[in-house]
Nanobody, 122 residues
Framework: VQLQASGGGLVQAGGSLRLSCAAS????????MGWFRQAPGKEREFVAR????????YYADVVKGRFTISRDNDKSTVWLHMDSLKPEDTAVYYC????????????????WGQGTLVTVSS
């Protein structure tokens, strides 16, 4: 499975962006998917996870209520809709396939996309 993340860019604080993660094949349809982010000089951190059928969603506390993860298996695509963006949301955002285990731990994910940069100006 190859993942391609896109949709990043420069936005003012309070604005919105929608990130997309397109999978190269429908093998990802049977897996939970996640979004992580990594700011300069910081560890990669969990943002959100969605189960294979979209039935359950999990969010990091710092984005809960502002970000929404969704998916369309017919399009082999996962989205991360981000509202009320803050400067501290600035990071490279990555999507990946959850392989089981601790969903907040990047080590339990595989098939990482190349990342897309989100910059939030104050």
């Amino acid at each position: 499975v190859q993942l391609q993340a896109s949709g990043g860019g420069l936005v003012q604080a309070g604005g919105s962006l929608r990130l997309s993660c397109a999978a190269s094949k429908r093998a990802s349809d049977n897996y939970d998917m996640g979004w992580f982010r990594q700011a300069p000089g910081k560890e990669r951190e969990f943002v959100a996870r969605i189960t294979w059928n979209g039935g359950n969603r999990y969010y990091a506390d710092v984005v809960k209520g502002r970000f929404t993860i969704s998916r369309d298996n017919d399009k082999s695509t996962v989205w991360l809709h981000m509202d009320s963006l803050k400067p501290e949301d600035t990071a490279v955002y990555y999507c990946a396939v959850f392989m089981g285990g601790r969903y907040w731990d990047a080590r339990d994910y595989n098939y990482w996309g190349q990342g897309t940069l989100v910059t939030v100006s104050s």
